[in-house]
């Protein structure tokens, strides 16, 4: 598909969704070429980098800066993160949504695709702040997670996944 005589690549995201929509969303974010930036997998544990490190930490900072967003399980891994983000915005009261369009990575949309960019944003900004080579790969994959039971084995697989590294389809 071509968009002003450029190939486009097409979506991956559910056309008839609402990705601001309050619900559960299973996310996996890859670095670039599946380098492995932030760590290893050693004896089945994650050894991470100091990159990893930062990309834990911010992570776990995503709340702070969208309020209406609740995290579940997840796992940094050593060229990707799985994570479990819930959009839950009867949490936060009307009159503060003003003050959620503007945080620390500028203007925000409260939907998935602007969590997952200003999560990007800010690892990639500490990144060359400290002159260290990193870059993410350009998308993203999410899963709306619709039942209890999809719920319970997607934080099974984060949980598994550094017991499974060496199977892992984003292994290289």
């Known amino acids: 598909m071509k968009y002003k005589n450029k190939y486009r690549i097409e979506t991956t995201r559910l056309p008839s969704w609402d990705y601001g929509a309050n619900a559960p969303y299973f996310v996996t974010i890859c670095t670039k ?4 930036f932030f ?7 994650i ?6 490190k930062i990309a834990q930490k911010y992570w776990l900072e995503i709340p702070k800066h969208f309020p209406f967003v609740e ?30 369009h503007k945080n620390k990575f500028g203007p925000q949309s409260q939907n ?8 990007k944003s800010g690892v990639t900004m500490y990144a060359r702040k400290n002159n260290i080579e990193f870059d993410w790969q350009p998308r993203y994959y999410d899963h ?15 949980l598994q996944n550094p017991n ?3 199977n892992d389809e984003y292994q290289v």
């Open 71 to 100: 995290l579940d399980e997840f796992i940094i891994m050593p060229n990707h993160i799985h994570g479990i983000i819930i959009i839950n915005k009867s949490i936060v009261e009307t009159q503060h949504f003003a003050s959620l």
């Open 144 to 158: 709306i997670i619709k039942n209890y039971k999809s719920w319970e084995r997607i934080q099974q697989y984060i």
């Open 39 to 45: 760590g290893r997998i050693i004896n089945n544990i």
């Open 164 to 166: 499974n590294w060496l």
């Open 47 to 52: 050894k991470l980098s100091p990159l990893g």
């Open 112 to 119: 998935l695709a602007s969590i997952v960019r200003g999560y």
């Open 33 to 36: 070429n599946k380098r492995m």
